[in-house]
Structure formats: structure tokens, C-alpha cells
């Protein structure tokens, strides 16, 4: 039954490093203070607390502490609650799932299934579900493009009979991974990976073209994600290995992960771009890696690859810091696309990259370079 008051509280869950299963981590609140701003609340359980492997949700923002966290930007989402939330792609699919258009913050973490980037889930009750062992076959990729396809259309889903076929293949809601374009998780011997599906309005061949940007880094020399075109009818998709989540005997192991959103305390919104920097991502990129002579030299070259390629969709949502075990590192690179530029010779990233701002040139990208540990 879907409820249509927007819901105000729910528990978090994590998986701890090593494990499979979910614990109870604590609370998360969102109300409204006197002014009518969202205000977001968020309290580790004791019980999490006393546990010696317990780990920080968010080790800069929402360190372990009985204190009550709280915040009133970016909607009174916590940065690392968002970045487990559903994006524009998987926001659709739940609206278009639930027939309602409107949703609170704290539905789409609820609606969204468990398979979500990172180690977090949420849920109403206090003890956590047991974690989810099915997933999107491979074969089932074919289905999962042509109900891509429907909902771009917007088309009714299809009923009747059909309707069970869709739950089991959107897995309830979709899919919680971020960004826009279509996708699903899908699941083979080796583990899991995001299937980006073609949309119709791709200008190319966007699967081949994205696979052969990863694998044009890796031959760079960076460290990327391993990436694999599959065909499906008429077309192709890109599969990208998840990095987060890594496949044992028992289950799934998850990785934590925190978007370079969250680690430049920023909002996508206009007034918030001038907090979109890598100069300021590789402060707090050193601040929370546990190998920053590693990082941040490959965060500059992850920049100048991107300006290279004219990677101009290089926001701040692409880029992540992801924990295995108990410590940081910055993720391996993913949605790698370059664009045409509007001229051969000045392109913008997304990102400020030096004294010039997002301009994109020798002089520029090297202007900072001391701060990437060079
Ligand atoms: N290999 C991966 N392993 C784990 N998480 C990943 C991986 N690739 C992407 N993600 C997560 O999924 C999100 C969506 O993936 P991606 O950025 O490739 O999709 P997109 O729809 O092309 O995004 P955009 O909206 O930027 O175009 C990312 O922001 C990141 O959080
Ligand atoms: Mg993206």
C-alpha cells in the first residue's frame, strides 16, 4: 500500500566492513523548523555505538558521537544519506512505480531497492531485512531496456499478467544508483554491474563510446572501472563492474561511499557551483584518504584526462571516495563521456581546475599542481 503523507522519519542501516548483512546504525529526521525549511536530524544508536568495528557513516560530517547531527541545507538531507538516494533516472522510475509525482526525500530512500551505491539502506522498522539476494540476470537485459524504453516514452507499464514480470524485473522501484541516464543492476558469476541502457535521444553510440573511455584511461594508466559492451538486440549497452560491492560465499561485502558532492559540502544548484572545484576536492580528498600520495596525483591526472577527452559532464556526482574496509580511497573512475566542444580551442570542465577557473588548459590545469602532491 503506498501511503500518500510524505514520510518524516526512518532507520539507517550499514553494512560493516567484511560483513554481508545490514546492522542498525541509527536515525534519520526530517521536519521543518518555524520558518518552513526542512531540518534533517540524524542519531547513531547506542547499541551501534558500542560495537568495536562500528564505523562512521561519514567520516568528516557525522563522525561516532551520541550527539544529535542536524542540517538545514541541501533539503535536510545529510550528503552522505543523499548520495545513497536515488538521482534523476531512479527518482522517475519510483514516481512512475508509485503513480505519485510528488514524493518526500525519505520516500525515495525507502521506495528505492537495495542495490543502492554504498554500504547504507534504510527502512521503517528498527531491525533491518535481511539483505537482497536476487538481481537482474544478464538475459534479462533485454526486458530491462525495452521498460527503459517505456518509461522514457512515458507510457503506462504494462498490466495484468505482465505487471508481477516488471515488479521482479525493476526490482520494486527501479534502481537506487545515481545520475540520469537509464540503468539497471544487473548480476553475473563474477558480481554486480551497472548496465547503462541506450536512450533515445543518444547522439552516438553512447555504450561503445564510454567503454572506450575507460579503457583509454586504464591504458592511461588510471585507474578506472572495468568496463564490458553487451548487445542487446539492435543495440549495445555498457556494463561498468560495481567497485562497491564485492561478492563472497556469504553475500555481498559493500563499500561506503561519499560523492565528491559531499565532500565539498555542496548542493547542485547554481549558487553552490562555485564550491565545484577539484583545487578544493583535493583538500578534502587528502584530508579523508588514507593514501594521499596516491590520490591526489591521480585526481590530477583523472582531471587532465578529462580535459583531454573534453569531458565536460565531469560534476561533482562523478567523482567518489569509496571504503572497502575501514579506510578511504578514491574510487576508481567512472562515467567517462566526452562531449563535442563548442570550439577546438576553449572548453570548460565542470570542475575549477586552476587559477583560471574551469577553463581547461595547459597553463590552468597546472597552475595548482603542488596541491595534487606534484
Ligand atoms: N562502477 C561503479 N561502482 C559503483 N558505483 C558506481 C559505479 N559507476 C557509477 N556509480 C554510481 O552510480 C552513479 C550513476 O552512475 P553514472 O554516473 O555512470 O550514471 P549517469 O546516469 O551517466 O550519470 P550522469 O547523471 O552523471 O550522466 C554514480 O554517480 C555513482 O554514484
Ligand atoms: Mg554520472
Redo the contacts with the bound molecule.
Keep these: 500500500m503506498i501511503s500518500r503523507t510524505a514520510a518524516s522519519e526512518c532507520y539507517v542501516y550499514i553494512t560493516l566492513p567484511g560483513e554481508t548483512e545490514f546492522v542498525t546504525a541509527g536515525k534519520f529526521e526530517l521536519t521543518t523548523n518555524r520558518q518552513g525549511n526542512p531540518v534533517g536530524k540524524f542519531v547513531y544508536g547506542r547499541s551501534y555505538l558500542a560495537r568495536d568495528n562500528a564505523v562512521p557513516i561519514d567520516p568528516l560530517e557525522l563522525k561516532l558521537s551520541t550527539k544529535t547531527y542536524e542540517t538545514t541545507i541541501l533539503k535536510g538531507v545529510f550528503g552522505a544519506l543523499r ?1 545513497a538516494s536515488p ?3 531512479g527518482r522517475r522510475v519510483i514516481e512512475k512505480y508509485t503513480g505519485l509525482a510528488q514524493l518526500g526525500e525519505i520516500d525515495y530512500l525507502l521506495y528505492s531497492p537495495d542495490d543502492r ?1 554504498g554500504a547504507l539502506g534504510f527502512g521503517l522498522n528498527q531491525e533491518p531485512p535481511a539483505p537482497c539476494r536476487t538481481f537482474n540476470q544478464t538475459m534479462e537485459l533485454e526486458r530491462l531496456q525495452e521498460l527503459a524504453d517505456l518509461i522514457i516514452a512515458d507510457e503506462d507499464l504494462p498490466g495484468g499478467v505482465e505487471a508481477e514480470q516488471v515488479e521482479k524485473l525493476m526490482g520494486g522501484g527501479g534502481t537506487s ?5 537509464p ?1 539497471a543492476v544487473i548480476e553475473d558469476e563474477s558480481g554486480l554491474w ?1 548496465a ?1 541502457l541506450r536512450h533515445p535521444e543518444d547522439k552516438w553510440n553512447d555504450a561503445r563510446v564510454e567503454h572506450a573511455m575507460l579503457m583509454l584511461a586504464r591504458e592511461c594508466a588510471l585507474l578506472a ?1 572495468e568496463s564490458k559492451v553487451v548487445t542487446i538486440g539492435e543495440h549495445d549497452a555498457v556494463l ?6 564485492e561478492k563472497t560465499t556469504a553475500g555481498y561485502r559493500r563499500g561506503r ?1 561519499l ?1 565528491a558532492l559531499t565532500l565539498l559540502r555542496s548542493d547542485e544548484n547554481y549558487q553552490d557551483r562555485e564550491k565545484w572545484s577539484y583545487v578544493l576536492l583535493v583538500e578534502e580528498l587528502r584530508r579523508i584518504s588514507s593514501q594521499p600520495r596516491t590520490d591526489a596525483p591521480e585526481l590530477f591526472r583523472r582531471m587532465c584526462f578529462n580535459a583531454l577527452i573534453s569531458n565536460t ?1 565531469d ?1 561533482p ?2 567523482h ?1 571516495v569509496v571504503a572497502m574496509n575501514t579506510d578511504w580511497k578514491l ?2 573512475a ?2 567517462l ?1 566526452p562531449s563535442t566542444p563548442v570550439s577546438a580551442e576553449r572548453r570548460d570542465l565542470a570542475l575549477d581546475c586552476g587559477d583560471g577557473g574551469r577553463y581547461a588548459n595547459v597553463g590552468n590545469l597546472l597552475s595548482q599542481s603542488a596541491r595534487f602532491l606534484l
Aim: glycine share 6%.
Design positions: 548520495d538521482d534523476y533516472w551505491a544508483m545515481g545520475g540520469a541516464r540503468k551497472i547503462k572501472a561498468v563492474k560495481r567497485f562497491d560491492r561511499m560523492s559532464d560534476h556526482r562523478n567518489a574510487s576508481p567512472y562515467d563521456t
